[in-house]
């Protein structure tokens, strides 16, 4: 059967559900069957049929993407996400290495990667939902599969040029704070861009995408900003009681803002 897709059976996992959604979006006229079982041994050598995190193997001229028979190998939906040509694109976003090594490592390992006791905190009941609709019938879901990785490729895209964008924005310290000063009030890559810093960026000053003045917020929960000790300035029309974000009414001079930074900073 051709334009079949052949994943394993029984619990479904992210990596799966992933992949597949991933080849589902860059074939949007391609009708796919989705089958959850174990693939034969001519299922694994016919380059038609896509085998999808089982059948330990990995041979991209037949479309197998396995990556159990290798610890060190990365998971599925990196592996097609690689014969794609999509990887540069995705690894982009903040949850690409996590979710690849979660999948090979274990909550544990990763848990205590990242320095906490537990991750069942960042539990997604809406992930869990979602992928065990696909368990049980994976052929419905596709249309919504398909939407799912192509809206994470177009937003990985936006991202990689909106991290051009931030290389030219102008960059000052106040006090001893990173500030980031951008004539715009769409913010998405900006976390993305100061991670990729050799020294990040403590605080943003962006124009409101609210309103008519700028937005002062604190990027990465940087210690000693508390923008709440703003809330009685007559030129703020908006400070956060956790103290990460202010507003101000009007687009006032910038030398204006950077005293109210000043005010902020412990």
């Known amino acids: 059967m051709k334009n079949l897709i052949v994943t394993h059976g029984g619990r479904a996992h992210y990596d799966e559900f992933f992949a597949i959604s991933l080849v589902l979006a860059v074939y949007p006229e391609t009708r796919f069957t989705i089958e959850r079982r174990n693939p034969a041994a001519s299922e694994l050598d016919n380059p038609d049929i896509w085998v999808i995190d089982i059948g330990e193997r990995h041979e991209e001229e037949l479309k197998n993407f396995d990556h ?56 997604s009941p809406l992930e869990e939902w979602i992928i065990g609709q696909f368990e049980k019938d994976p052929n419905a879901m596709q249309r919504l599969m398909a939407s799912f990785a192509r809206n994470v490729i177009t937003k990985a895209r936006v991202i990689a040029a909106r991290m051009e964008y931030w290389e030219t924005c102008q960059i000052d310290q106040i006090r001893d704070k990173v500030v980031l000063i951008a004539h715009t009030s769409e913010t998405l890559g900006l976390r993305e861009y100061s991670d990729s810093l050799e020294t990040p960026v403590d605080i943003s000053i962006t124009y409101d995408n609210r309103g008519k003045g700028w937005r002062l917020r604190r990027i990465n929960e940087c210690c000693g900003i508390n923008f709440s000790r703003l809330e009685n300035c007559e030129e703020i029309s908006f400070a956060h009681k956790g103290g990460f974000i202010a507003k101000t009414r009007q687009r006032i001079p910038l030398e204006a803002v950077y005293q109210m930074v000043v005010d902020a900073i412990d």
């Open 68 to 123: 159990h028979q290798d610890l060190d190998m990365s998971v599925s939906f990196v592996l097609v996400a690689d014969y794609l040509g999509l990887t540069e694109t995705l690894q982009t976003a903040p949850w690409w290495d996590f979710k690849d090594r979660i999948d090979r490592y274990g909550p544990v390992t990763m848990a205590q990667e990242i320095g906490v006791s537990s991750l069942q905190p960042t539990h």
